[in-house]
């Protein structure tokens, strides 16, 4: 069973940094593209940062010179390193890759994880 399995978030002052982790697991022999989204209530889940296998990133306009994406092939993982963390970061975040296994290629999502950054 394909999964993508995240790590890391939690509580953090603003000006202060925190580090998420996303590895896919499971049986398929691609993973590409990779990356992050957040939501907050009542609102749509927007882009974060997204990594080709390649290693081709983009940005949402928010985050942009703050966070930075990065992947492992090797692994699997994808890392997202979030520094100057301000309050409007404050989500849940979500690991996002388009996984392709026999027979099937199927946007996957994680299960989500909290990011609340305090002013």
């Known amino acids: 069973q394909v999964q993508l399995v995240e790590s890391g978030g939690g509580l953090v002052q603003a000006g202060g940094s925190l580090r998420l982790s996303c590895a896919a697991t499971?049986?398929?022999?691609?993973?590409?593209?990779m990356g992050w989204f957040r939501q907050t209530p009542g609102k749509q889940r927007e882009l974060v940062a997204r990594?080709?296998?390649?290693?081709?990133?983009d940005y949402g306009d928010s985050v942009k010179d703050r966070f930075t994406i990065s992947r492992d092939n090797a692994k699997n993982t994808v890392y997202l390193q979030m520094n100057s963390l301000k309050p409007e970061d404050t989500a849940v975040y979500y690991c996002?890759?388009?996984?392709?296994?026999?027979?099937?290629?199927?946007?996957?999502w994680g299960q989500g994880t909290q990011v609340t950054v305090s002013s």
């Open positions: 996002n890759a388009l996984i392709s296994s026999i027979g099937l290629t199927k946007n996957y």
């Open positions: 499971g049986s398929f022999f691609r993973v590409d593209p």
């Open positions: 990594i080709t296998r390649g290693g081709s990133t």
